[in-house]
């Protein structure tokens, strides 16, 4: 499946425009550069989601997982189309529904089940819980548990590659909700007066957490996002393709020093805030709207359009997927609990990497 | 050297030392800052690594938080360091936590100008230390001396955590000291003896060292020996060097200019209460600002910060009881 003539949509940078969400229509063409074996790479991660979130809300059902418990069900697409195109020394601040994120990045699966049940094979050792991991390599910041205050982390990653003259890129992650907080925007202005190589990925999920969109954010998100004088577009956020089409051209125009750029992912949180929340304040219409444009069956359906996964391969992922999971919950489980004489250590770094 | 070009100094051989360290906040680069401290930086090291930014405090302690993740050693700047209320979150919640919650290292210093004495009424001359001493995580610093100033900003940019340095605004011209040239460091988490004396221990920091010093000076003229402790690292805190002194002079009395409630005195004075119970022939006490806010009129001012005669008094009173 080779890359069909250049997009006639979305416009992207540079040409900001209000989508309702849900309602922007799918690209008719796939993105330049993308072929069927990124096609079923981009299926499989979206899926290794899905079923790795659906283990964990089990788990959490049978007591295994304390503390609350959050998923990016629903999100897949945005997770995953956005942070498929980054580059390989591009960096990524991730939240508590960007798990697809952190997959492609090079997360393995198994860290996220031992952060889950608080074992000391997570990087965490049992220290933070939730998908509140990060700090994974090179490309995976360390994770932020405050919305606002992870864009300000993520810009200034970007600051540091523009100091070091780096062609690299950071990407935020981030719900709608984050737009009503101060840290946000002092992050997102210093990103535009400095023109630093950021890319903004906003989840608008349409709730945060009880309070609807119109209660949080006055106004169309992508005018709004253009007053700081960067492109912004919406695209339908459960299409991964639209998704990564609009984060790739924010990214390539981070990496050109052309200055950050922003995509609001239209979409809709069909579970609670968290599984705790049985979410009864959403209006029954929208998740009766929503639920038949899940992002993982939907991109099935178009692979098999597309004629790049055929029944017998579509079931063989699908195993080697749960094959995955269950060996990851597996190592998990055998993965130690942290013994109390731990819980002073680490709290400073003894490392002296200079001078 | 005065103690603002001590602690320009520090930071200058930094920059020059490692081309990580990076300088950013409000008005550092053109106009060198508001106390023109970071004068002359800009023009060596160019404005990639000397960024003015927006009036934006968690913004930019925020993006040192992100650089610093990304292997940069940023050094950010607080105008006053009664402006890091707004980055509080940044600092306590995001950087100090960092280590702890899974071993990510911040190296990162926020400069900070404190303290009163120059007349810059309740928002421009504030302790801010307690706030953060209870922070897991985080480091703080407050020179007295330019020595120290330059030394301990050296260390503090080396350090792998996030460091708060605060800076005594009232002490950035009126001191000067002699300054060792280079990497002259000043290690971090060591207290220094500036006065030695058989009966009482003096434990304090910042401008209330010079007042503690003038202090045990009057004292001495009326037969009292103070040891005159000079904290420099405020976290972690060097509580060995003052029991120490303690163990011997059995009086201790803790002198700084933060508020009294819930200010570092409290801490040390429960320390030594817990650990030198029957070492002690009289109770720890406390010389500090009043619990209010801090007042911009002379006559106001004057009366808040903790005078010579008051802890000269203090120390006087300690020792006859």
């Not at chain 1, 639920?291 to 993982?296: G, H």
């Not at chain 2, 933060?258 to 209460?273: K, T, V």
Request: with cysteine; hydrophobic share 45%; glycine share 10%.
């Amino acid at each position: 499946m080779a890359a069909g003539n250049a997009p006639a949509w979305p416009a992207g940078a540079g040409t900001p425009r209000t989508v309702e969400p849900g309602r922007a229509a799918p690209p008719q063409e796939l993105p330049e550069g993308i072929g069927a074996e990124d096609l079923r790479a981009l299926y499989r991660y979206m899926l290794l989601q899905r079923t790795a979130e659906e283990r964990i809300i089990h788990l959490y059902r049978q007591g295994a997982v304390v503390g609350a418990c959050f998923t990016g069900y629903g999100h897949e697409a945005i997770a995953v189309g956005a942070a498929y195109a980054l580059g390989p020394m591009d960096v990524a601040a991730t939240l508590h529904r960007d798990l697809g994120a952190r997959l492609v990045l090079g997360m393995p699966v198994r860290l996220y089940f031992a952060n889950f049940l608080g074992r000391t094979g997570s990087p965490t050792r049992g220290r933070e819980g939730n998908l509140h991991i990060g700090g994974l390599g090179p490309r995976i910041l360390l994770h932020t548990d405050f919305i606002g205050a992870n864009v300000a982390v993520a810009a200034g990653a970007a600051l540091a590659f523009a100091v070091r003259r780096e062609e690299r890129v950071a990407m935020a992650f981030f719900g709608e909700g984050a737009l009503a907080t101060g840290e946000y925007h002092e992050g997102v202005n210093l990103a535009a007066v400095q023109r630093l190589p950021l890319a903004l990925v906003c989840w608008n999920n349409q709730f945060a957490l009880s309070t609807p969109v119109a209660q949080e954010i006055c106004g169309p998100i992508v005018e709004r996002m253009a007053g700081y004088g960067m492109p912004a577009s919406a695209v339908d956020g459960n299409d991964v393709l639209a998704v990564y089409r609009a984060a790739r051209t924010a990214v390539d125009r981070a990496r050109r020093g052309e200055g950050p750029s922003f995509v609001e992912c239209c979409t809709m949180r069909i579970r609670g805030h968290s599984e705790a929340d049985d979410a009864s304040y959403v209006p029954k219409a929208l998740l009766d709207e929503w639920r038949p444009r899940d992002p993982v069956a939907r991109f099935e359906a178009r692979l098999r359009e597309f004629g790049v996964l055929d029944s017998g391969e579509a079931e063989a992922l699908r195993a080697g997927v749960v094959a995955e999971v269950d060996a990851a919950q597996a190592w998990a489980e055998a993965s130690p609990p942290p013994d109390p004489t731990e819980l002073e250590r680490g709290v400073y770094c003894e490392a002296r990497p200079w001078p | 050297m005065t103690y603002l070009e001590a602690i320009a100094d520090g930071l200058r051989e930094a920059m020059r030392a490692d081309p990580s360290v990076i300088v950013l906040g409000e008005d550092v680069a053109v106009y060198g800052g508001a106390f023109k401290l970071t004068r002359g930086l800009l023009e060596e090291f160019g404005d990639r690594r000397v960024i003015d930014t927006p009036i934006s405090e968690a913004g930019i302690v925020g993006a040192a938080v992100g650089a610093a993740l990304v292997g940069l050693r940023p050094v950010a700047e607080m105008q006053f360091a009664d402006f890091i209320s707004n980055a509080f979150n940044q600092l306590v919640n995001v950087a100090a936590t960092s280590a702890y919650r899974a071993g990510g290292c911040v190296p990162l210093v926020v400069r900070a100008p404190c303290g009163a004495g120059t007349h810059g009424g309740p928002f421009h001359s504030q302790s801010v230390e307690a706030y953060f001493f209870h922070a897991p995580g985080l480091k703080i610093v407050l020179p007295s001396t330019p020595e120290d100033a330059k030394g301990l900003l050296l260390s503090a940019i080396a350090d792998p955590n996030p460091v708060l340095f605060l800076e005594h605004k009232a002490l950035y011209r009126s001191l000067r000291g002699p300054v060792d040239g280079g990497l002259a460091f000043v290690p971090l988490g060591r207290a220094a003896v500036r006065r030695p004396g058989r009966d009482v221990t003096v434990a304090t920091y910042g401008m209330m060292a010079h007042r503690s010093l003038e202090a045990a000076e009057a004292a001495a003229r009326e037969g009292v020996e103070a040891e005159v402790i000079d904290l420099r690292t405020l976290l972690p805190l060097d509580l060995e060097t003052i029991a120490e002194s303690v163990a011997r002079t059995s009086r201790l009395l803790v002198v700084h200019e933060d508020r009294l409630r819930g200010g570092l005195g409290a801490e040390i004075a429960s320390y030594i209460g817990e650990h030198l119970f029957t070492s002690l022939d009289a109770p720890v006490s406390r010389v500090a600002a009043p619990d209010t806010p801090v007042p911009y009129a002379p006559p106001l001012e004057g009366a808040y910060l903790p005078s010579a005669e008051r802890i000269r008094e203090a120390i006087v009173r300690l020792a006859r009881w």
